[in-house]
């Protein structure tokens, strides 16, 4: 068994060289069923945006915006603010956002299999009290029970995918997440096409098939192994070693096993993972915690994803239309992600970052000259600018889907050491839907105010987002998950914050 000495900063032995094992089908499945956990998130942000442009549920909860909404001469940018309307869509996130947290010690204390089955249980409760769903309070508590759903799977899911994939594939196999919950999206406007020529109770079957993907995300979370590290983590070594040498399809896992089992040991030694993660060696870890989903949706994405009907119809696109045009952007976000898996472990995490981080700022500016000059306030566009709206939103979601989308949670679940690497996980997610959250709740208010100006407030935030991955994120693709700690000692800004032991 390949030796070697560490200390509190890490692991003090680089063994990446020697390790060992394939690409095995085992792995493969395993992340496939765990990925699963990605479609929950993403059929809710899909459904989401085409459900509160119906008229049976607008009708029904929000009749307040349905009459605006069938007012002739309604401003455009303000025909859909209403912050019932989005305490409806934003809810859930608060919700994630706390349970988030709470999923931290499940997640280290009774594995990641845990976290994902009980976010299952909650979120397909959820679906099915939203689609039975007969007043405001029984609308709400369906959302708040998705929301922990949520909270549980998107904390446990990239854990999990990192630690099951061999280092040379991590950032793809990670990425079955983002695919999945791309794939969420893509499915939840096909569905909301359809539902929408059910008349007034479409909305009720919107909601409620957001209970299939739960269920698949329950039952295969009951058959998933558990990770090698979460096992030796909580002091099962043996049934690790061979966990490690089933996904590897080897016998000889001695160095990746020996970097476990340090890892695991100085895991064993903190007592308060939220406390020891504020400390200097794990300062880059924790800023990347934050910015990275901070930016992630401060691209403006889940604004497009969650009302691109609403916002499809505020342009003037009929009902039909937009929930069509919605349609076509999940079907170019799915896609992206798979160009991105093809290529995230060849070109590395920053290049696709940066690559991406300038198309969508073109395109934002672009958004913001069309809709400025041409879209006012009771106006409608013109069937040409029409089309090159969708077309330019279509580019803007390309380029996100082969860079923020996935790698703003692959590159945080694959940085921290084991210690803290649920917590730091749980800080993600956290901060992920905070932001989803104060998004989801101001943006209608936000576009009624910026009217056009709002796509180049997002602009000017992908900017920043851009210049802050060349300054700051070093390259993680190809590194062991144990070895981390190592890049940041290396990196021109970090090394000086990080110590050396």
Known sequence: MAG????????????????????????????????????????????????????????????????????????????????????????????????????SPVTRNYGRRASIISGGVSFFVGATLNALAV???????????????????????????????????????????????????????????????????????????????ALMMTVGGIFLPETPNNLVERG????????LQKIRGTKNVDAEFQDIVDASAISSAIEHPFENIFEN???????????????????????ILFYAPVLFQSMGFGRNASLYSSAITGAVLASSTLISMAIVDRLGRRALLISGGIQ????????????????????????????????????????????WGPLGWTVPSEIFPLETRSAGQSITVAVNLLFTFIIGQFFLSLLCAFKFGIFLFFAGWITLMTIFVYVFLPE?????????????????????????Y
């Open 360 to 403: 969508m700022i073109i395109c934002q500016v672009i958004l913001a000259i069309i809709l400025g000059v041409k879209l006012g306030d009771n106006q409608e566009l013109s069937k040409d600018f029409s089309i090159l709206v969708v077309i330019v939103i279509c580019l803007f979601v390309l380029a996100f889907g082969w860079s």
């Open 4 to 103: 070697g000495s560490f200390g509190h900063g890490g692991l003090a032995m680089e063994r990446a060289g020697q390790y060992q094992g394939k690409v095995t089908a085992y792995v493969i499945i395993a992340c496939f069923v765990a990925a699963i956990g990605g479609s929950i998130f993403g059929y809710d942000i899909g459904i989401s945006g085409g459900v509160t442009s119906m008229d049976g549920f607008l009708e029904r909860f929000f009749k307040e915006v349905y009459r605006k909404k069938k007012s002739a001469h309604e401003n455009n940018y303000c025909k859909f603010n209403n912050q019932e309307l989005a305490a409806f869509t934003s809810s859930l996130y608060l919700a994630g956002l706390v349970s988030s947290l709470l999923a």
């Open 236 to 243: 099962f070594k043996e049934r690790g070693r061979k966990g």
């Open 135 to 213: 007043n405001m309070a029984m609308l709400i508590l369906g959302r708040i029970l998705l929301g922990v759903g949520i909270g549980f799977g998107n904390q446990a899911v990239p854990l999990y995918l990192s630690e099951m994939a061999p280092a040379h594939l991590r950032g793809a196999l990670n990425m079955m997440f983002q695919l999945a919950t791309t794939l969420g999206i893509f499915t939840a406007n096909m569905v909301n096409y359809g539902t929408q020529k059910l008349g007034n109770w479409g909305w009720r079957v919107s909601l409620g098939l957001a209970a299939v993907p």
């Open 476 to 500: 993680t693709k190809g590194v062991p998950i144990e070895e981390m700690t190592f890049l940041w000692r290396k990196h021109w800004f970090w090394k000086r914050i990080v110590p050396e």
């Open 281 to 303: 060696r794990n300062r880059p870890q924790l800023v990347m915690a934050i910015f990275m989903p901070m930016f992630q949706i401060l691209t403006g994405i889940n604004s």
